[in-house]
C-alpha cells in the first residue's frame, strides 16, 4: 500500500464509521449504512434507513484494503441486497418485517402478471402505519432464485400452458431455489427482538424458525388480483402451499 493522502484517508474514515462487518460460516458479509432514504408512498414523504450489503468468500478487516478490491470487482454486473429501515427498528418491542424477493417486471415495471408490485409496497405502507419495521429487498432472488434471463424463458412456458411450478421444474430448476441466510444475519446485526413477518409464504416463516429468531405473528399480504395472474396466485396456494388468505399465523 502506498502513502495514504488526507483525502483518501478521510475517505476510509468515513466509510469505516458506517460500515458493520458480519462473519459468515465463510467469508464475511459486509453492511453499508444506515443511509438517509426519503421515500414516497401514495403522494407522501416517509423517511427510511437504507443499508445495503454484499457477502464476500474471503474475510477483509483491512478497509483500504476492502475499499481498493471493490473498485475492481465490477459488483455492476451483479445485483447487491438491501434493506428499507423505518422508526425505531433496533429496539420497538413490535416491528414489521418483509423479506421481499426482486421482481424486474412487477417492481419495476408494475407488471400484472405477478403479485409482487403490489407486496412491495403495500409492505411498505405497513410499516408506516405501524410505526417500526424493516423491507428486506433480496437482489439474488429473481424468479425464486432462477435469475432475471430463465425467469423470461419460464414465462415463455407459462404462455403455453405451464404453470409457475411446472416452468422453473421444466428448466431445470427447483420450484423455489431462494435462500434466506444471508438476510438472516443482518436482521440479527439490526435487532434481536421478537418480529411480526408479512408474507404468505411458509417457507420464509420456517427459515426464521430455523434460525432460532422469534416470529411473534404473521401478516398477510393478499392483493393485486387481476385476470392477468389468477392462475399464479392459485399455483401459490394449491402447488407451493401459500397461505390463503386472512389466515393468520401467531
Not at 153 to 165: K, P, R
Request: net charge negative.
Amino acid at each position: 500500500m502506498g502513502i495514504q493522502t488526507e483525502a483518501e484517508s478521510k475517505v476510509l474514515s468515513v466509510l469505516k464509521d458506517r460500515t458493520q462487518l458480519i462473519d459468515h460460516e465463510s467469508g464475511a458479509i459486509y453492511l453499508v449504512g444506515p443511509i438517509r432514504m426519503p421515500v414516497d408512498l401514495h403522494g407522501f414523504t416517509y423517511e427510511f434507513k437504507w443499508y445495503s450489503w454484499i457477502k464476500r468468500e474471503e474475510l477483509i478487516d483491512n478497509y483500504e484494503e476492502l475499499m481498493n478490491e471493490l473498485s475492481f470487482a465490477n459488483l455492476a454486473e451483479a445485483q447487491q441486497s438491501s434493506v428499507l429501515v423505518y422508526g425505531d427498528f433496533e429496539i420497538s418491542q413490535d416491528a414489521l418485517i418483509r423479506f421481499h424477493s426482486i421482481c424486474h417486471t412487477g417492481d419495476i415495471f408494475g407488471s400484472k402478471r405477478c403479485d409482487c408490485g403490489f407486496q412491495l409496497k403495500q409492505s411498505m405502507q405497513n410499516i408506516v402505519e405501524h410505526g417500526s419495521g424493516a423491507l428486506f429487498y433480496l437482489a439474488n432472488h429473481e424468479g425464486r432464485g432462477i435469475g432475471l434471463f430463465s425467469k423470461a424463458m419460464a414465462y415463455i412456458l407459462q404462455e403455453n400452458g405451464y404453470d409457475t411450478v411446472e416452468a422453473n421444474e421444466a428448466l431445470g430448476f427447483e420450484d423455489d431455489m431462494r435462500n434466506y441466510s444471508d438476510a438472516i444475519k443482518v436482521l440479527k446485526e439490526l435487532r434481536n427482538l421478537p418480529v411480526t413477518l408479512m408474507t404468505n409464504n411458509p417457507k420464509k416463516l420456517m427459515a426464521l424458525s430455523d434460525a432460532g429468531l422469534q416470529v411473534s405473528a404473521r401478516m398477510s399480504l393478499w392483493g393485486g388480483h387481476s385476470e392477468f395472474n389468477e392462475k399464479y396466485l392459485e399455483t401459490k396456494v394449491n402447488r407451493s402451499g401459500h397461505f390463503i388468505e386472512d389466515e393468520l399465523v401467531n
